[in-house]
């Protein structure tokens, strides 16, 4: 295993993170973990030198913390540093952040959290800490022994991040989404060279695009540029590997579903080092990047010129979700995204021909009939 820098602390985390989102389920169940499938996997992982086990409140239907913690309770938890989170989206009041942190504490079986995080902060959430003073809470647990460091993960604009990053000084580390295919979204590289100039440890989720840039066989352009690489690696490795050589990143999760995906992601893990990639391997991911992007039909880039529409339809956030679904063939993640993301009064449906939109799209992108046909294709027949 190799080992990396995590921020100003004196310690080194494993490369490789086992994310504890993705166990393998029985049946169709995501709240049943195959605990006989999953168990040897997370010792696998931590007998190989892994270290640092992330885990969430709502990970599993709320299942996969109480099974961390009885994997751990077997000897390992003395092995490795324990991640979990606060359910940001269920707290109203001080009293909520005692009573789910104490819940946390004997689900996963131990006496502290080595690292804590507020989970997914947006603007909103990161509202209601304020105004909650999560920070004075924090530093009494942390005082108390209940956990040793305090971190955010986080989903939102680049500016809601600086933010954050800004709105407290003793931030240990955050845990951003970032992979080839999301450099400039989110808090994105920018973000994570600032947390990384600030001190802070980056932890890495969702490298792989929550597996889309692991599937095998890639669409075929994109398989097409890695066959020109010369090198024998899978999709999966090439997106790790990406990651991995960015020397500001302290580690990265990987949500593994199978024993294999854990031996290769350890593979993977062996071969990797801040810097190592060669410009040649920089231009193999680059163009395997275009490559993916060129597969979005609509080529709108969110410049938002189009807004606000006078009927109200949100027509970037309509396109990014139907090209999605198109680019990564995910027609049913399309269209769930569509009904519970997109308001039924910013919906596609809603658009009258009014043509505002049009005249003012500097990609001169003909808005009104793609619209339709996001519609039609994020609209199951019958809904
Ligand atoms: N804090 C937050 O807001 C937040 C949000 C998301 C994630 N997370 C954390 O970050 C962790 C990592 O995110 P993620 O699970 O989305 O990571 P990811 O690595 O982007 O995606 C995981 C998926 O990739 C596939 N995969 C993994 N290794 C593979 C391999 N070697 N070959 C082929 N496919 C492979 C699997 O897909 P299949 O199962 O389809 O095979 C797996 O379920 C999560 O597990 C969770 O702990 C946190």
């Known amino acids: 295993m190799k080992y990396r820098q995590f921020g100003k602390l004196d310690w080194q985390p494993s490369a490789l993170g086992f994310g504890c989102m993705r166990f393998p389920v029985v049946g169709d169940d995501n709240a049943v973990i195959n605990e006989e499938l999953a168990a040897p996997m997370l010792r696998r992982a931590i007998e190989a030198g892994v270290n640092y086990i992330d885990t969430a409140w709502p990970y599993h239907r709320e299942q996969s913390e109480s099974f ?16 979990t989170k606060m359910p940001s989206w269920l707290v109203n009041t001080r009293e909520d952040l005692d009573r789910f942190l104490d819940i946390q504490l004997e689900r996963l079986q131990t006496d502290y959290i080595d690292f804590y995080l507020l989970h997914t902060l947006n603007a909103r959430s990161w509202e209601n800490y304020r105004r909650l003073n999560v920070f004075e809470w924090a530093e009494r647990k942390m005082a108390e022994g209940k956990f040793h460091y305090l971190g955010f993960s986080f989903h939102d604009t680049y500016e809601v991040f600086e933010d954050i990053l ?36 980056v932890v890495v989720m969702e490298p792989l695009r929550g597996g889309r840039l692991a599937k095998n066989p890639p669409p075929p352009s994109v398989a097409e540029v890695f066959a020109r690489s010369g090198r024998d690696w899978t999709p999966a490795n090439w997106a790790l590997q990406w990651v991995w050589n960015q020397p500001e990143v302290s580690l990265l999760l990987s949500g593994m579903s199978t024993m294999e995906q854990v031996e290769q992601n350890l593979v993977s893990a062996d ?16 163009q395997a990047r275009q490559a993916r992007e060129a597969l979005a039909p609509i080529p709108c880039t969110h410049c938002e010129y189009c807004l606000p529409c006078p009927s109200g339809v949100a027509i970037p956030s309509v396109f990014e979700i139907y090209n999605e679904a198109v680019m990564y063939e995910e027609p049913g993640r399309g269209q769930s995204a569509y009904k519970y993301d997109i308001q039924d009064e910013n919906k596609a449906d809603r658009c ?3 043509g505002t939109c049009e005249s003012l799209c500097p990609q001169q992108i003909e808005i009104i009939s793609w619209l339709k046909k996001a519609h039609a294709y994020l609209t199951p027949s019958g809904s």
């Open 68 to 83: 961390v913690g009885k994997v751990l309770s077997e000897g390992y938890r003395g092995k490795v540093r324990l991640a």
């Open 166 to 201: 800004n709105g407290y000084d003793n931030w240990t580390f955050c845990q951003i989404q970032y992979n080839y295919m999301d450099v400039n979204y989110q808090a994105g590289q920018k973000g994570l060279r600032a947390a990384a100039n600030k001190g802070l440890a």
């Open 271 to 286: 071969q990797s080092n801040p810097g190592s990639l060669k410009p040649e391997d920089l231009a193999v991911i680059e």
């Open 352 to 354: 009258v021909e009014c």
